[in-house]
């Protein structure tokens, strides 16, 4: 029993985790740049970036591209405008091949605590600086540009950039390890967006927190330290905006820069891994307990109540707190010119005015109603809002006569507190 047991061990990383690591990317790039620096016809450095560097690249760098949407165009630019900054990066860029060593190891890392992770690519890939590390098609990849810098990186030809500067700052290259495991981690998951601030936070937290764990380090991301310092603060406001859309609240909390009502970036990172530390630490069966979190259902409401409830990160259960959450959402009082849901309005009316319960943000976000796209209320023109905010005013397309019409006034408006607008259906019919 026991020669078994090694064997199966001893062969776990051929047989059952068969991925792959990816750089020769890396070295296409620094190819292709020296063959581009050395020309100055325009159209020539454009076909060398396409023939040399993206028709022959990997899955991955064709899947980053499209996920940070690289242009040929972008990359001629930059390598034009930037020399010392490709000059800076280059040697950092071409520890790729020693890194996919650490990547290996970190990889298996994992596997022992998670051995049913599927296996996953990892890509090497030399980007434009809008990913440091992101996961697609179920494959990790790599931005050797931004995840294998430090503070010494030469980025004074570009515009100013605090975010990218303070990042920098970090060392990233020091934590590279973790970075993949966390997107590692990532590729094990049901989802990687999340359909409010909640889930997205759990599931970069549960990320965060399994890496780290698997790799006995503490997590490199300075949010963590201010948060444990400021823990009280932030709690409260973030309870106060977890069920806010993804897309309304992730600047204030994620994928962020300091320029925030904190001074820092990416405190959601630290809520995240504090409700998944918490969570581990309550379990008695902390292998089930890993194997819960990653594989957890994020965007389905109830199982990710339940496991928030159970870290007991929050002195309430969730559901309370979404309670208070729509209690405090704005709403449309309604319209000024008819009533709404009116039988009987003028098929000349060209103004409508919304009031709504308090201020309000200059977001909008309109929608077809039920009956779709015939039977919409289109606007000619957003005349804007009165002084107070709480009001705004549209002209109105021509309206026909003895026809229904709607409009959905949607989630996307916000209020001055950045609460989304509850929905409010304009529904009514004009007169003949």
Known sequence: MKIRLFLVVACSPVLLFSQKVFT??????????????????????VSLIQTMYIDK??????DIMKARRYSTQEYIDAIGKYPKFWSSIRSRTLKSKKQAKNVEKSIAALKKIYPEAKPANVYFTVGLLRTNGTTMGG????????????????????????????????????SFVSLTAHEYVHTQQKSTIGKNLLTQVVMEGVAEFV???????KSAVPAMAYGYAHEAEIKNL????????????????IWNSSN??????????????????????????????????????????????????????????????????EDNRPTVIGIKEFENGSKSVNPNTKIITLTFSEPMMFFTNFNYGPLGEGNAMKIEKLL??????????????????NQRYQLLIDEGFRSVNDLPLKSYLIDFTTTK
């Open 384 to 401: 804007g809002y009165s002084e107070d905010k709480k009001t705004l005013r549209l002209q109105i397309m021509n309206l026909k006569p």
């Open 211 to 217: 890496s780290n764990l698997s790799l006995n380090k």
């Open 238 to 253: 973030f309870v106060k905006e977890m069920f806010t859309p993804l897309v309304n609240t992730a600047s204030n909390w």
């Open 24 to 45: 020769q990317d890396v070295d296409n790039f620094w190819k292709t740049y020296d063959k581009i620096i050395k020309t100055k016809d325009s159209a020539q450095k």
């Open 57 to 62: 690249g990997t899955q991955g760098l064709h």
């Open 260 to 325: 925030n009502r904190f001074g820092i970036a990416d405190l959601g990172y630290f809520v995240g891994n504090e409700i998944a530390r918490k969570y581990y630490e309550n379990q008695s069966d902390k292998k089930a307990a890993i194997k819960h979190m990653i594989e957890l259902d994020y965007n389905k409401e109830s199982v990710l109540q339940k496991f928030v409830d159970e870290s007991v990160y929050f002195e309430k259960p969730v559901a309370q707190y979404v309670s208070g959450y």
């Open 139 to 174: 494959n990790v990849l790599i931005g050797a540009e931004s995840a294998l810098a430090d503070k010494d990186v030469d980025i004074s030809e570009m515009p100013v950039n605090s975010q990218l500067k303070a990042y920098f700052q970090t060392n990233p290259i020091n």
